[in-house]
């Protein structure tokens, strides 16, 4: 039996779960993948956020935009980043490693628990809270 293509997403059940990206290949898999489970966003709320999908933006500060979600996620959310997979990096113009992504998600006090294929082109790390600071981190 083959469950559902969003199944390896997690989805949170009855909390919202929202998509914030805005490439050409991201909004399409997102509407191919997930249909209406997923929100489309073009601005990120201010939380608490159970699941989030977002496009890591190939420019900026990477710490801003994890520090950013840090912030608005929920004690027990997930934050589900996409990004180009190595050998489509050069090719989609966007300047960050695996590493970096991974490095800036850390530095942010987050951590990285589950890699899923997006499409493709692209890949996707999820992001939560530590458990020993979820009792200390405010909102849902």
Do not use: C, H
Request: aromatic letters at 12%; charged letters at 20%; a positive charge.
């Amino acid at each position: 039996m083959t469950s559902a293509p969003w199944a390896k997403f997690s989805l949170p059940g009855d909390a919202p779960a929202f998509a914030f990206g805005a490439s050409p290949e991201f909004t399409r898999t997102i509407r191919e993948t997930f249909g209406p489970l997923v929100e489309r966003i073009s601005e990120v709320p201010v939380g608490p956020i159970a699941w989030i999908l977002a496009e890591v933006p190939a420019e900026g500060s990477l710490t801003g935009f994890f520090r950013t979600l840090e912030k608005r996620l929920a004690r027990a959310g997930s934050l589900w980043t996409v990004l180009p997979k190595k050998p489509f990096a050069a090719e989609l113009k966007f300047p960050y490693t695996w590493l970096d992504v991974q490095k800036a998600g850390l530095s942010a006090g987050l951590v990285d628990n589950k890699i899923a294929a997006f499409s493709p082109r692209l890949t996707s790390i999820r992001f939560v809270v530590p458990i020993a600071r979820r009792k200390s981190k405010p909102g849902g």
